[in-house]
């Protein structure tokens, strides 16, 4: 970063002169620091789930900086939160490796059970919570000790995984049964279980965790909860021009600062939704790479990269302009995609 | 080759949930009866069809649903009877209705309308995973028949879709003399038609030789008389003579229909829209690849498993007018949601274009528009349709 700063302009510059300033000084610089850290230069980290890699993106030159080998057909990512370490669901592996990210060597692996596919990391920073998907199982890891704490009977193929920020509720969405579990993370143990439409595929708990959101493929909807009283509260559903209905599939999603609208990944249909998180109304569709699947935003949010499965791409969209701004190509059918801010 | 003979059993398999997650509240008895047929031998054993073809879907359809019901408090079972050569399959029929008004069956047309006209059948869900016959979606259909195996004619059309996409017009076509052969080959020239495509030549598979030894020097003979054509299409589909023409013919051309690039409605190279995932579950459990007929039992198992689901209901008018409405939809694994023509029954389903090796494409092909849906390019259409049973 020190050596770059003569390149930076405007903004950037005066915010990485302030970071390079305060970087080494105690408390009240780096409390300065942590509220502008989101600001700082970082990396997505993308795996290619059928190149068995993951490929380094630099959110500041949107360029391939890196790629490191990782066991068979990498899905589901997640950085601990202090950036130090890097879950990767090895599915084919069957197994939950953790990856130094600054060498790119695997520590260790999780056991994980049969076909890990997404996973949450819990808000104590210890638990992995994972969908099994081929045993209709989540899988409750201690990311520490490396042991199983429990094994929680779900659905037909479990797949998405999101966590409530207070961590006392973990979800897990099963495909082919075409339900939300609700897990209580004291007890393990599941106290409702919600219909959605077909194939739900990715969960997430939305403004401070009173809302929880699930998207289902094929039903081509996102149907919004309650969190409190696990009630249906809306359901959100998509029209793309000229794209089939049957087509349009949503699938991963993320939310932008303070949590206002959210960026749907809409599949085969190429599209990426922005949807107000308050209306529950889509404001906009956004024509990104081949069979777009799960997203990441940089450090700001100002950013977002998506990646494309069929076209092995990554699709950079300027956020506030909702354009997309550049294709990055990477590994043979990119999946998941996880932020770190450049340490 | 074949099929063994076995006594007419009836085995019920109710696997249940654990107890401690819901009581089960309701529960749906589903019958599955296997008619045994007379399979003529074919020139190679390379590929024997398996014994528990079929059944093998509906249990993995069952071991589904009994998954999500346990979390709704629904249960199910399935009683599986097998009929041997030269029993009444009708009795068995019967007997089976007493029970259930929950069918799926493998057995060839002519049965299945029988059975379906059963003054017990009346008000009954009966699901035909097995007969392709295009007569069974058209003039000889049922109200109480649904149909998961997609018509010859959907299959047909798919092929026909990949030929225009590739500018293949002149076809020549080699047609076996089976029942199934004349009827897939019946289709195949309605879906040309259809497409407009031409059908230059076509020939009679008559010789009794075993291929094995001499298909080398009897094949490019044979279909040297053809003269130019874009693709050699086979009507074999009992797998008899097919495998012997590929690599044989006298011009070399792509060789499709029920060998080389075949339409079908399953198979073990789809691994695409969480395919894989039905694969692995089925192969753990059966030690074997998933066919067609199974994936077509395991649809049917799960369509019902899916109605059951979402009504909260278990009679059978509920159920059907469940089915046919625009509210149902089954994630069938082949990336758009599977629903029924509320015209004859049919599940409105992609087909695979593939080869043993890998999937070519998915019909409908890109470019192939419908004003409704476009999987409805595939098979009979509404107004092409005959069938009044559903009015």
Request: with cysteine; hydrophobic share 40%.
């Given at each position: 970063?020190?050596?770059?700063?003569?390149?930076?302009?405007?903004v950037?510059r005066?915010?990485?002169?302030?970071?390079?300033c305060?970087?080494?000084?105690?408390?009240?610089?780096?409390?300065?620091?942590?509220?502008?850290?989101?600001?700082?230069?970082?990396?997505?980290?993308?795996?290619?789930?059928?190149?068995?890699?993951i490929?380094?993106?630099?959110?500041?030159?949107?360029?391939?900086?890196?790629?490191?080998e990782t066991?068979?057909?990498?899905?589901?990512?997640?950085?601990s939160?202090?950036?130090?370490r890097?879950?990767?669901?090895?599915?084919?592996?069957?197994?939950?490796?953790?990856?130094d990210?600054?060498?790119?060597?695997?520590?260790?692996?999780?056991?994980?059970?049969?076909?890990?596919?997404?996973?949450?990391?819990?808000p104590?920073?210890?638990?992995?919570?994972?969908?099994?998907?081929?045993?209709?199982?989540?899988?409750?890891?201690?990311?520490?000790?490396?042991?199983?704490?429990?094994?929680?009977?779900?659905?037909?193929?479990?797949?998405?995984?999101?966590?409530?920020?207070?961590g006392?509720i973990?979800?897990?969405?099963?495909?082919?049964?075409?339900?939300?579990h609700w897990?209580?993370?004291?007890?393990?143990?599941?106290?409702?279980?919600?219909?959605?439409?077909?194939?739900?595929?990715?969960?997430?708990?939305?403004k401070?965790?009173?809302?929880?959101?699930?998207?289902s493929?094929?039903?081509g909807?996102?149907?919004?909860?309650?969190?409190?009283?696990?009630?249906?509260?809306?359901?959100?559903?998509?029209?793309?021009?000229?794209?089939?209905?049957?087509?349009?599939?949503?699938?991963?999603?993320?939310?932008?600062?303070?949590?206002?609208?959210a960026?749907?990944?809409?599949?085969?249909?190429?599209?990426?939704?922005?949807?107000?998180?308050?209306?529950?109304?889509?404001?906009?569709?956004?024509?990104?790479?081949?069979r777009?699947?799960?997203?990441?935003?940089?450090?700001?949010?100002?950013?977002?990269?998506?990646?494309?499965?069929?076209?092995?791409?990554?699709?950079?969209i300027?956020?506030?302009?909702?354009?997309?701004?550049?294709?990055?190509?990477?590994?043979?059918?990119?999946?998941?995609?996880?932020?770190?801010p450049?340490? | 080759?074949?099929?063994?003979?076995?006594?007419?059993?009836?085995?019920?398999?109710a696997?249940f949930?654990?107890?401690?997650?819901?009581?089960?509240?309701?529960?749906?008895?589903?019958?599955?009866?296997?008619?045994?047929?007379?399979?003529p031998?074919?020139?190679?054993?390379?590929?024997?069809?398996?014994e528990d073809?079929?059944?093998?879907?509906?249990?993995?359809?069952?071991?589904?649903?009994?998954?999500t019901?346990?979390?709704?408090g629904?249960?199910?079972?399935?009683?599986h009877?097998?009929?041997?050569?030269?029993?009444?399959?009708?009795?068995?029929?019967?007997?089976?209705?007493?029970?259930?008004?929950?069918?799926?069956i493998?057995?060839?047309?002519?049965?299945?309308?029988?059975?379906?006209?059963?003054?017990?059948?009346?008000?009954?869900?009966i699901?035909?995973?097995?007969?392709?016959?295009?007569?069974?979606?058209?003039?000889?259909?049922?109200?109480?028949?649904?149909?998961?195996?997609?018509s010859?004619a959907?299959?047909?059309?798919?092929?026909?879709?990949?030929?225009?996409?590739?500018?293949?017009?002149?076809?020549?076509?080699?047609?076996?003399?089976?029942?199934?052969?004349?009827?897939?080959?019946?289709?195949?020239?309605?879906?040309?038609?259809?497409?407009g495509?031409r059908?230059e030549?076509?020939?009679?598979w008559?010789?009794?030789?075993?291929?094995?030894?001499?298909?080398?020097?009897?094949?490019?003979?044979?279909?040297?008389?053809?003269?130019?054509?874009?693709?050699?299409?086979?009507?074999?589909?009992?797998?008899?003579?097919?495998?012997?023409?590929?690599?044989?013919?006298?011009?070399?051309?792509?060789?499709?229909g029920?060998?080389?690039?075949?339409?079908?409605?399953?198979?073990?190279?789809?691994?695409?829209?969480?395919?894989?995932?039905?694969?692995?579950?089925?192969?753990?459990?059966?030690?074997?690849?998933?066919?067609?007929?199974?994936?077509?039992?395991w649809?049917?198992?799960?369509?019902?498993?899916?109605?059951?689901?979402?009504t909260n209901?278990?009679?059978?008018?509920?159920?059907?007018?469940?089915?046919?409405?625009?509210?149902?939809?089954?994630?069938?694994?082949?990336?758009?949601?599977?629903?029924?023509?509320?015209?004859?029954?049919?599940?409105?389903q992609?087909?695979?274009?593939?080869?043993?090796?890998?999937?070519?494409?998915?019909?409908p092909?890109?470019?192939?528009?419908?004003?409704?849906?476009?999987?409805?390019s595939?098979?009979l259409?509404?107004?092409?349709?005959?069938?009044?049973?559903f009015?």
């Open positions: 970063m020190t050596h770059g700063i003569l390149r930076l302009t405007g950037r005066l915010r990485d002169l302030l970071h390079h305060f970087k080494n000084t105690p408390a009240g610089g780096a409390a300065l620091l942590l509220s502008l850290a989101p600001a700082q230069g970082g990396e997505i980290w993308v795996t290619n789930e059928k190149d068995d890699t490929s380094v993106i630099s959110t500041d030159t949107l360029e391939v900086i890196q790629t490191y066991g068979e057909r990498p899905r589901g990512v997640t950085f939160q202090d950036y130090s890097l879950f990767i669901a090895a599915s084919d592996s069957n197994a939950v490796q953790v990856m990210p600054d060498t790119g060597k695997i520590l260790n692996d999780l056991p994980s059970g049969e076909d890990p596919e997404q996973f949450v990391l819990h104590d920073d210890v638990h992995l919570y994972i969908a099994n998907e081929d045993d209709a199982i989540t899988t409750v890891v201690d990311t520490i000790s490396r042991k199983v704490v429990a094994q929680i009977d779900v659905g037909v193929e479990p797949e998405g995984m999101a966590v409530s920020p207070d006392k973990a979800i897990t969405t099963s495909e082919t049964t075409n339900m939300a897990i209580d993370t004291e007890t393990q143990e599941l106290f409702a279980n919600s219909l959605v439409d077909s194939r739900p595929r990715h969960a997430e708990f939305v401070d965790g009173t809302e929880m959101w699930v998207s493929e094929i039903g909807t996102l149907t919004i909860f309650d969190t409190a009283t696990q009630a249906e509260k809306a359901k959100i559903g998509f029209e793309v021009q000229g794209v089939h209905p049957d087509r349009v599939q949503p699938v991963g999603f993320e939310l932008t600062t303070g949590d206002t609208h960026f749907v990944a809409l599949g085969p249909s190429n599209h990426v939704a922005v949807v107000n998180a308050e209306t529950y109304e889509v404001e906009d569709y956004i024509l990104v790479g081949r777009v699947w799960h997203m990441a935003f940089n450090g700001d949010r100002s950013q977002l990269f998506t990646t494309n499965g069929v076209s092995g791409d990554v699709t950079v300027d956020v506030a302009s909702r354009k997309p701004i550049k294709s990055i190509k990477v590994g043979r059918f990119p999946w998941g995609a996880a932020y770190r450049t340490p | 080759m074949g099929v063994f003979s076995r006594s007419w059993v009836a085995v019920t398999v696997l949930a654990p107890a401690s997650i819901a009581q089960a509240e309701l529960s749906l008895h589903v019958g599955y009866l296997e008619v045994e047929q007379d399979l031998p074919t020139l190679s054993n390379l590929d024997p069809v398996p073809n079929g059944i093998a879907g509906a249990l993995t359809g069952l071991q589904d649903n009994l998954t019901g346990k979390f709704l629904h249960s199910y079972e399935m009683t009877v097998t009929v041997p050569l030269g029993d009444d399959p009708l009795a068995a029929a019967t007997a089976l209705l007493s029970q259930t008004p929950y069918l799926i493998d057995a060839p047309a002519q049965t299945l309308v029988a059975l379906a006209d059963l003054p017990q059948a009346e008000g009954a869900l699901f035909n995973a097995t007969a392709g016959d295009l007569d069974l979606r058209d003039t000889d259909c049922r109200a109480n028949l649904f149909h998961t195996l997609p010859d959907m299959r047909t059309d798919a092929l026909a879709q990949i030929f225009v996409q590739k500018r293949w017009r002149d076809l020549a076509m080699i047609t076996g003399t089976h029942p199934q052969d004349v009827s897939y080959a019946e289709a195949m020239r309605r879906s040309l038609t259809k497409f495509l059908l030549a076509e020939k009679e008559v010789f009794d030789a075993d291929m094995r030894r001499n298909a080398s020097q009897e094949v490019p003979l044979f279909t040297q008389e053809f003269g130019d054509y874009d693709a050699l299409i086979l009507a074999d589909e009992l797998h008899d003579f097919g495998r012997y023409v590929l690599y044989n013919t006298w011009a070399a051309r792509p060789v499709t029920s060998e080389g690039l075949t339409a079908v409605t399953w198979s073990p190279v789809i691994e695409q829209w969480g395919a894989a995932q039905l694969q692995s579950r089925f192969e753990d459990a059966h030690d074997r690849d998933m066919t067609s007929q199974d994936y077509a039992a649809a049917a198992m799960r369509t019902l498993g899916e109605a059951v689901t979402r209901a278990t009679d059978g008018e509920t159920l059907r007018r469940y089915i046919l409405s625009d509210a149902f939809e089954l994630a069938g694994f082949k990336g758009r949601p599977l629903t029924y023509r509320d015209w004859n029954g049919q599940l409105r992609p087909i695979a274009l593939a080869h043993p090796r890998a999937l070519v494409a998915q019909a092909l890109e470019g192939f528009l419908h004003q409704i849906n476009e999987l409805d595939l098979g259409d509404r107004p092409e349709s005959q069938c009044e049973a009015q």
